[in-house]
């Protein structure tokens, strides 16, 4: 998720974790915002190599996304695998930023909405966001390989970790809505 930037009208769409996952310490804010001043120079590649790990891990998650179906465009190369990957890749990074600079994600309730939404369509379990958690870490590894440790790894995962918690939140209460 993108951090949002809220203003008066906005405040009340505006939606907080209802628990913390992990707190999340000044180190880990520094090593994420340090980390995430080279990473975001390459969202692109970063993103690419993201999703590499994602279709390598679970190779028919490939079906979930319209623009990969019946492409005959070699992933990598694909436009349209290009624009998602740096989306995602700079949404996940923005959020993470954001959560050390606010102490929590903040995000616009309708872009939460949306987000969960999309996965909710695209049939996307919680046990699938272990193996994103896997990916993004790997494009991390693969983009800052100089700074790449245990404490950023833990840093980052923390942040995934609490990210991943709202987005199956809103997931959990839209199929709950959906079956009522």
Sequence with gaps: MAS??????????????S??????SKENEQLVKQSWEILKKDAQRNGINFFRK??????????????????????????????????????????????????????????????????????????????VKEAILYAIEMGVPDLWSPELKSAWGDAYDMLAEQVKAEMHAQRSAATS
């Design 4 to 17: 949002a930037v809220v203003n008066q009208s906005e405040a009340a769409a505006v939606r907080a974790p």
């Design 54 to 131: 994602v279709f390598e891990i679970a190779p028919g998650a490939k079906a979930m996304y319209s623009f990969l179906r019946d492409s005959t465009i070699p992933f990598e190369e694909n436009p349209k695998v290009k624009n998602h990957a740096r989306y995602v890749f700079m949404m996940t990074g923005d959020a993470a930023v954001q959560l050390g600079e606010k102490g929590a994600y903040q995000v616009l309730e309708s872009k939460l909405q949306k987000l969960a939404a999309t996965h909710v369509n695209a049939g996307v379990t919680d046990d699938q966001f272990e193996i």
């Design 19 to 24: 628990k913390p996952v992990k707190t999340y």
